[in-house]
């Protein structure tokens, strides 16, 4: 009985909606461009988020560990202790790094942990000299936080004692190429004969004018101990900050730094991006609401005789009310399923003509939430004609009429 009773609903409601198919066809295309719309936008900006984020992080630790320990040296001078005079002097270097690389590597939103040792120098081939900053990595772990591997355009991404992994700018810069030899000089004026392995492009400037050979190298060559620091990228680039408080609070002979605490100015340009965005698909959502419920409110006055003359042949009020939230729907689903096909069109149509470096965020989250939101819009926006029909008296409509 309900499942007929619904079908006589569903029936009245498209009846209705194609009587009117002037007014359908027009709702249906506004609803299809608001959710056209949301979409591009949500998935532009998006899109443009993921790029940026990349761009900044993609190819470079996340979270870096840095050495915090502080040493009393006693000196001629200095701030008095204890009546002896002592300068507070900073140590640059991470000694117990095993213990926090074991300990770091066990948690599963970490995915690598590698320990790196830093230092600058000169480079010197034939009369050219060039300053660079050395980095010495470990594989795979340190090659991949920095994705070397993956962006090596000449040679092999190995960490041997005799050679090194040069970025495109050096090499562009000495006229360098696989296999060529040149001379590293540290700031003591000691140097090493070492070959070019690999080179690789990280999309930056900076990126571009590293010089990475192996960590024990490094270490050796500049006369570090301990290593310089321990880098980290994690699984959820967002989460970065949460993890640094959170071992910040278990490590007290060391300080982390998360890449949100460096790029402060460029979270709150995503955070700006975000509101406007949401914002703009806050208002879209209400016009299409207005929209809806101004067809449905009009259409309502014109079928005041036939519903006068369906509640006289026993429609209840309920029933009248649900003609109209089935119709709101209706013109919802409807209208939302072409917008998201139109969103797409617009999407790749705006890739493939301008040409742009940064894709679309295109997910589930993307294509669904404009689809939910227009429904809703629309079952909600009909509600108001449907408490019309419902207050209807057949009698006075049939003897105005």
């Known amino acids: 009985m309900k499942s007929s009773k619904n079908q006589y609903e569903l029936m009245i409601a498209l009846r209705f909606l194609l009587k009117g198919r002037g007014q359908t066809v027009l709702i249906v295309l506004g609803i299809a461009m608001g959710v056209a719309v949301q979409f591009f936008l949500a998935s532009l900006i998006g899109g443009l988020q993921i790029s940026l984020i990349d761009r900044t992080v993609g190819a470079a630790p996340h979270i870096n560990i840095l050495p915090a320990d502080r040493i009393a040296k006693p000196i001629s001078g200095g701030v008095k202790s204890d009546n002896r005079k002592v300068l507070y002097e900073e140590r640059t270097e991470i000694y117990s790094w095993q213990q926090y690389v074991n300990d770091l590597k066990k948690d599963k939103r970490i995915l690598y942990a590698a320990p790196a040792a830093n230092g600058s120098g000169f480079i010197e081939r034939g009369t050219s000299v060039v300053p660079v900053i050395v980095k010495g990595l470990t594989a795979p772990d340190g090659l991949d936080i920095y994705k070397i591997r993956k962006k090596i355009t000449a040679g092999i991404p190995e960490l041997s004692s005799d050679s090194a992994l040069l970025g495109k700018g050096i090499c562009d810069r000495l006229t360098l190429a696989v296999g060529d030899k040149f001379f590293l000089r540290n700031n003591k004026g000691e140097q090493v004969f070492l070959r070019v392995g690999g080179i690789f492009d990280l999309g930056s400037s900076a990126g571009n004018e590293l010089v990475v050979i192996s960590m024990d190298r490094v270490r050796s060559f500049f006369g570090i101990e301990g290593v310089s620091v321990i880098e980290l990228q994690v699984k959820d680039v967002f989460s970065a900050e949460k993890i640094s408080k959170e071992y910040g609070r278990q490590y007290e002979r060391v300080k982390l730094e998360s890449w949100q605490e460096k790029n402060r100015e460029l979270l709150t340009a995503l955070s700006s991006q975000s509101s406007s965005s949401d914002t703009i698909q806050f208002f879209v959502i209400i016009s299409i609401s207005l929209g809806i419920a101004s067809v449905l409110g009009i259409a309502a006055v014109q079928k005041q005789r036939q519903l006068g003359i369906l509640k ?5 009020n309920r029933s009248a009310s649900k003609i109209f939230i089935i119709q709101g729907f209706l013109l919802g689903s409807t209208g939302s399923v072409l917008g998201v096909a139109f969103g797409l069109f617009l999407a790749y149509g705006f890739i493939a003509g301008t ?47």
């Open 312 to 316: 006289a042949m026993g429609t209840t």
């Open 355 to 401: 040409g742009v470096n940064f894709g679309f965020e295109i997910n589930a989250r993307t294509l669904v939430t404009p689809v939910i939101l227009a429904i809703l819009a629309a079952v909600i926006a009909s509600t108001i004609p449907a408490k019309r029909a419902a207050k209807l008296s057949p009698i006075e409509v049939i003897r105005n009429g």
